[in-house]
Every structure is written in structure tokens, then in C-alpha cells.
DNA sequence: GATGAATGAGCATTCATTCAT
DNA sequence: AATGAATGAATGCTCATTCAT
């Protein structure tokens, strides 16, 4: 019994050892340049074994996904388990979000941008459907947690606003996705310089957009 | 004398040509999995000369998103010679740019996309310079022309904020880049269920946020 | 134990069945004209194959002449065992070295030719250092093995020349190279029409070259 | 009547054209990567034109080679109208050689080069038949001009050989062809260390092998 | 005679995936 | 379970040559 669980936990940690080795790769080079062969090397496994695994490389890349947003869903809940204003809490979710997002760039950009690509790829192919699954459900969790700070943010008055919480949690995401989008266009354009020109930052421009969107005094 | 003109609008029909078989191979199957073989034959033309009006696939490419801003600076530059208040300016003007990208979907999500991906490929490589300049310069004047709006809202008092017109115009950037990701994003995942459950739509979303954005009553 | 030998046997085996295709084809029609594909086909293998065995077509060249040149050296040892005069054994090599040469005419060219190709071509490419480097070593110990050939024909009295070993030995690799280009020119101009005039062929030349050469009785 | 000479002598002027632009280039890239567009840019004449001269760019290699050999010619009928004994007019000859060699290295190079590889390549094209008689007619009087002098040194005493003129020639040849080989390796090899440690040099080599070869006391 | 736009065959190289051992 | 050798489809780009004007 026992030499099942170990074979299990070995199992494991192979998937995690793999997991990590992309991970580093798809920081110093893009999930696209980087090859089946370099994972292999990196995670010390032979390339066959990878398939083992993972029955694609797409499905890799999955499964990638799906760590980062563990990642960020166990912060969220960390968040929300904090006893502070609703609104606090909503600020300090994107603010995490945001945080998160800058530290890993290169790792969040090929999440984002594979995200596109793959359906342009994967023209026919089955995809494992319980990763996706799963990826889905997280965002779904995430998701839900920011609509739980809004609804006790107005319950304890620190949010006013006449928009169902689910809708106003759409708001803000939206908000977020584009900041995400400003981080990873390396390019960051003519808003670099605006922000510049305004002593601001991005964490800053987001407390002046919940100032607003959280405080709707419209009738 | 005519006869120069004339090879000089042979030689812009060409280019047009090429840049219409693109995009329609764009919004049939993405840019990457569109080969240079492909778009000669849609062209009609051979692949060889191909390369005589653009150096690169990466140029042609930039030369594709040029074309679409173009199409964008039109609508922006047509929505703001309109006689209407400052915040009925700026509404018109990111709803066009909503309709735009929903008609286009295919198309701009090949433009977002490569914009992140060739920085991954194009390590080195240098890049048609006056191009990229070009599309830059649009884009600047796209945010400027949402400046502009603001300005106008300001000023005949249909929108008020403490903002700095550049910075309001920032953050509504970045709230029509995230609407944009959500489009673009085959997979609407919940957000779409939240739309439905509450009988809305982007559009309709997007003005609820305007009315809260461009009514600023915090002090 | 037994099987990783095995593995590398089959894995000479490969190399050299490659090499051996490269090198009929070379025959056939030149090394420039030979693509990767066809040396895959004629090796048996894919076209993938290859690039497991040499990282480049220049690489694969670069084998090819090595096994060339030491094809020429175990010759030239063959010739430097033999007990006989200096005199002979440099008339031997000689010898050796341009019936070589004519036998495998074409392969020869062919490894001249791209000697001098490549460096138009590689500009820049790093190139495999150590086959490089190999076939450099060969070169030199060919040298070298002349020059004890004439150390010993000048020890043995057989050779009588005022120069440095290493200085005739290089003067006759001159009239080597030489006699080596009239070979690969296949348009032999007015020089074949001369030595059918005399009766001559080049090994008879050659010996009436060295008869003059090795025997300096000038002060 | 003068029409017509006009005419030719501007056809001609436009062949010089043609043909200087190609030695430049040759000079700075090799042959093989001109290109027919460099060349035309270069010669500022159109692609198309090119063609109107030189039906190949084989054949405008031959016409390039041609002119290289007349320039030569001039320079060994130069040499041969000297008042000087004959062994002197052979190493001027051979001096001059090696001297026209080293200035235009890289020109000489492509001739030669070119030389062994158009046979891959002109697998059954025509080549116009004409230049390459003319250079075969030059490099024979080049021979012959060799030829002369030796005739001239045998009969003034300051040639001591028992070979005929011509073979003494031809072995004269296998010789200057051979340091032009190591003129043309850009890589020296162990030659020029070699030379290097015996203080010699090229030409001084030179002057040691006629020294032997054209007093020659062997009975 | 001159032009230069158009052609299209030709080629090295990469890499995800498979499968015999 | 693990390996890694073998596969082969896929693709961007070059350039000598032609030909309508």
C-alpha cells in the first residue's frame, strides 16, 4: 500500500519538477522558443518521458497556467480572510493581482498571449479537457472572491455603488486586464509618459479609479 | 508624365492587394499559421514578389496593423467633428472602437497577438523602422483625439472630474483594452454568464461605467 | 555493459554511413550542388537525421575532410615505415599524395573549392571548432612527416640541399599544390598538350623535379 | 559612318562600366554573393541591361577573368622587353606574378575559385564560347611568354637546365600555382610560421627555387 | 536599346511527436 | 517507466533570368 503512495508522491513530483523547468524557460525566452528538448534538459528527464506527462506541449502550457493561478487564488484568499473594509479588500485583490503580474511578466505574457494562440493552433485537436476544466474553475473562484469583497464592502458601507457586485466586479477586471495589457506591451507607449508627467504609477492610478468607481454618488 | 503616375498606382493597387489577401487570411486562420505561399496565391501573385514590396514577413505584418489604425484614426477623426457634448464625444468614441474591434475580431486579435510574440522572435532582427514609427504615431494620436473629447466634456461641463484629461483618458484606455481582451478571448468564460444574468451588454456596460467615470462627485 | 557499446558502434555506423553518401555524391556533382535532402536519401535516413549527426551542411564538409586528409595521412605513415633513402621515401610521398589526388579527383576538388567557398559564405557563423581544429593537426603532422622524410635523406646522404628541411619541405609542397590544381582544372590548357609533346605524364615530371631539387649543387 | 563607331564605342564604354563595377564588388564580397542587382546598382544600369551585354553571369565571370589575364599579359610583355639576362626576366616574371596575385587577392581568388566551380553548376548550359577561347589564348601566350625568356636564358648561359624550355616552364607554373594557392588560403597554416622562422618570405623563397631549379648541375 | 517588375524553383533548418528497446 | 534516436512536415527567403512596355 504504502509503495503505491510513494510511487504516487514520485509521480508528483516529477510533474512539478517538469512544471518548474518550463517555468524557468518560458521566463528567459517565451513559451514559443522554447523547446521540448530544453525542458527536458532543464527538468533532467529524457524528452519521451515528458509525454509521460503531458500528452502535448499545449497541454504543458496548461498546466502551467493552471500553477500560476493557484498561485494567485491562494493570495486572493489570503486577501479576503484579512478583516478590513470591503473596499480595502477589493484594492488590496488588484493591488495583489498587479503585484503578482509585474513580478512574473515574461511567465504571465506567454500565459496571456498562448491563451490566443493556441486556438489558432490547435485547429482540431482534442485538448486534455480537465486541465481547462480546472483553469476555468480557478478563474471562476477568483473571480467569485472579488465579488464577496464588494458585497461586504457594501454591506459595511465602505462601498457605494448601484451595480450588482457581479457587475461591478466585471467593471474592475476589465480595469485590471488593461493595466495587465499596459505592463506587457514592453512598448508602453505614450502612457509611460503621461504617467510620468503626473507623478504617477499604476497602483496610484488604480486608488484613484476605486476612489471613483467605488463611490458612486450618481443617483 | 502620366505615365509615371500611373505605375506609381499600379504599385499602391499591388500593395493593397497583398494587404487584403493578408487580412483575409488573418481572420481565416491567424497570422502565424498563414504562410508567405498562402498569401502570394490569394494575392494572386508570385511569392518572390512578395518581397519586393515588403522586406519581411514581420513587415508586412506591422504593415497590416498600420492599415488598421488608419481605419481607427478615420472613424475617431469622424466621431469628433460631431456637434455633441464633450461625454457623448468620448461614449461615440469608444463604442466605435468597440464595434471596430468586434467586426474585426480575427484581425485584431492577430494584431494584439503579434504584438507580444515578435518581440520573442524578432530578438536581433531590426525591424522596418519607419513603419513601427508610423503605427506609433497613430496611436498617439488616436489617445490624443480621446484627449481632445475630454477637453470638450470638461469645458461644456458634461463631464466632471478631478482628473487630469490625459490620465481620465488613460483609465478609460485601459477599461476598453480590458473589454477589448474580453472579446478577444474566445472563451468568455463567467463573464459573459454575469452580462446575461444581469440583461447586459458590453455597450450597456460600458456606459454605466462612463456615467459613473465621467461624473465624478468625490470631492 | 555490452549495450552501450553497441549503441556507439551503430552510432559510428550512422556517421559514417552519411559521410560515405556525402561523399558519393560529391563525386557526382559537387558539394555545392548536393542538397540535405539528397544526402538523406542516398544515406537512407531523414533529413532530420542528419542534423543529429552534424549541426550543419558546412559542419558535414568539414568532416568529410577529415576523413580525407586522414585518409592521406595513414598513407604517408605507410610510406615514412618503408626502409629506403630519404630521397625515396619524399618521392614516395609525393607520389602517394598526387595518385590520391587523381583517384578521387572529384572529392578533392571539392574539398579545395569549399575551402575557399566557405569564407565568402560563413561570414560571421561560428563553425565547429573542434573538426576544425582537427583537420588543422592532420595538416600539419602531413607536413611534418615530410620534413623527417627529408631530415632522413639528408642524414642518409640522399638529399643534398642548403635550404632548411622545413623550407624544401615547403617548396615542394608548392610544386604539389601546383601539380594538384593542374589535376583539378579539368581543362588542362597548353600544359597537357607540352608533356604529351616531351612524353612526359606529372609523376615523371615530378621525379625530374625532385632529381633537380634534391640534389642542390649549387654552393 | 561615325554614327556607327559612336555606337560601338559606347557599347564598349558600357561593358567597361559593367565589368568595373563587378571587380569591385568581387573585391569587397566574392563573386558568389554578388548579386545581379548589385552589380547592375553598382554599374548604374538596370538589371535588364546587364543581360544585353553579357548573357550570363557565368559569362560575365569569363569576361572579368579576361580582363584580368590581359592585365597580366601587358605586364609579362613589359617584362620581356627588359635588356636583361634571361633567368632575371624569368623571376621578374614570377615576381610580377606574385605581385599581381597578392594586390588583387580577393579578385584572384574568385577567378580561381570560379574557375573549378562553374563546372558544377553549368551542367550542360552552353557558355559563350568566345571569351573562354580568348582566355585560353592569353593564358597560353602567357605560357609562351614564360617560355621565351627561358629560351633567351638558356641561350645567354644565365639558365643552366636539361629540360626543355617548355617543361621548365610548365614546372615554373606547378610552382607559381602553388604559392598562390597559399596566397589565396586565407588560413597560412604552419606555411607561414615556417617562413616566419627562417626570416623568409615569398618572393625570397622564390629567389632560392629558381636559384636551384635554373642552375641546374646534374649532369 | 533600356528598364525593372515579376517570376518561381531551390534549400537549409527546426522541432513536436513517436516508438522500439 | 524511461529513454533518446529517428522522423518528416513545414516555411521564410534569395536571386538569376525573362519579358512587356
Do not use: W
Amino acid at each position: 500500500m504504502g509503495i503505491k503512495e510513494r510511487k504516487e508522491r514520485e509521480k508528483k513530483r516529477r510533474r512539478d519538477q517538469i512544471l518548474t523547468a518550463v517555468i524557468e524557460l518560458i521566463e528567459e525566452q517565451g513559451f514559443d522558443r522554447t523547446t521540448m528538448e530544453e525542458i527536458a534538459e532543464r527538468a533532467e528527464l529524457s524528452k519521451g518521458t515528458l509525454y509521460l506527462y503531458f500528452n502535448d506541449k499545449s497541454t504543458l502550457h496548461q498546466a502551467v497556467k493552471k500553477r500560476g493561478l493557484q498561485h494567485l487564488h491562494e493570495k486572493f484568499l489570503h486577501v479576503i480572510k484579512q478583516d478590513l473594509p470591503g473596499a480595502e479588500l477589493v484594492k488590496n485583490m488588484m493591488l495583489t493581482f498587479l503585484n503578482t503580474i509585474t513580478q512574473n511578466a515574461a511567465f504571465t505574457k506567454a500565459m496571456v498571449i498562448y491563451e490566443h494562440i493556441k486556438e489558432e493552433n490547435n485547429q482540431g485537436k482534442p485538448e486534455t479537457p480537465s486541465i481547462v476544466e480546472d483553469c476555468k474553475n480557478i478563474e471562476d473562484e477568483l473571480f467569485m472572491l472579488m465579488v464577496r469583497a464588494i458585497q461586504i464592502g457594501i454591506q459595511d458601507g465602505s462601498i457605494q455603488t448601484r451595480l450588482q457586485p457581479k457587475v461591478l466586479s466585471l467593471m474592475l477586471n476589465f480595469q485590471m486586464s488593461g493595466m495587465l495589457n499596459f505592463y506587457l506591451s514592453g512598448t508602453h507607449k505614450s502612457a509611460t509618459k503621461v504617467l510620468e508627467e503626473n507623478e504617477l504609477s499604476i497602483p496610484k492610478l488604480l486608488e484613484e479609479f476605486l476612489d471613483i468607481q467605488l463611490n458612486d454618488q450618481t443617483q
